[in-house]
């Protein structure tokens, strides 16, 4: 066999041997569907197969990083959820005719919890976006509210 070819066909029989394992490997077979529900913003689906296919295989990084990225998520997740409910009792109180000074603290109280929540968040360079967006647009619009109660 000719020298020049060796190295090219060598590296492609490699290459092929590595493809089929990862793609029979039940591990990375998991990674991919955790992957794949990430992607598709299923998160409590990724994290529940990135976390089967970590527990098959300890060295599955794909696993581990679709896990973290899935716990990521799911926070940004939560605070959102949590920012519309409190936002939904905040203007269920505004459309009362008079605002009572306790319904004034308990906007107060809901906004700072908002405000706070968001300094918990870390997003990392994986983070959805639209996620990071939206959670940020709550935080901005709670920061006012708390401005203007505490007036």
């Known amino acids: 066999m000719n020298s020049k070819y060796f190295f090219p066909i060598t590296a492609l029989i490699l290459v092929l041997i590595?493809?089929?394992?990862?793609?029979?490997?039940?591990?990375?077979?998991k990674s991919l569907e955790a992957k794949y529900y990430y992607e598709t913003g299923q998160y409590n689906k990724?994290?529940?197969?990135?976390?089967?296919?970590?527990?098959?295989d300890l060295y599955n990084r794909m696993?581990?990083?679709v896990m973290a990225q899935s716990k990521t998520a799911l926070k940004?997740?939560?605070?959102?959820?949590?920012?519309?409910?409190?936002?939904?009792?905040i203007n269920e109180i505004a459309n009362k005719t008079t605002i009572s000074?306790?319904?004034?603290?308990?906007?107060?109280?809901?906004?700072?919890?908002?405000?706070?929540?968001?300094?918990?968040?870390?997003p990392s360079v994986m983070t959805n976006k639209s996620l990071v967006n939206e959670a940020r647009k709550y935080h901005d619009n709670f920061e006012k509210l708390l401005e203007k109660v505490n007036r």
């Open 18 to 29: 590595m493809v089929i394992y990862f793609l029979s490997h039940p591990s990375y077979e």
């Open 46 to 56: 990724a994290y529940k197969s990135a976390n089967e296919a970590f527990s098959m």
């Open 63 to 65: 696993a581990a990083t």
């Open 76 to 89: 940004y997740v939560k605070y959102i959820d949590e920012a519309k409910k409190y936002m939904l009792d």
């Open 101 to 122: 000074d306790a319904d004034r603290a308990k906007i107060k109280m809901m906004s700072e919890i908002v405000v706070d929540s968001y300094t918990k968040l870390a």
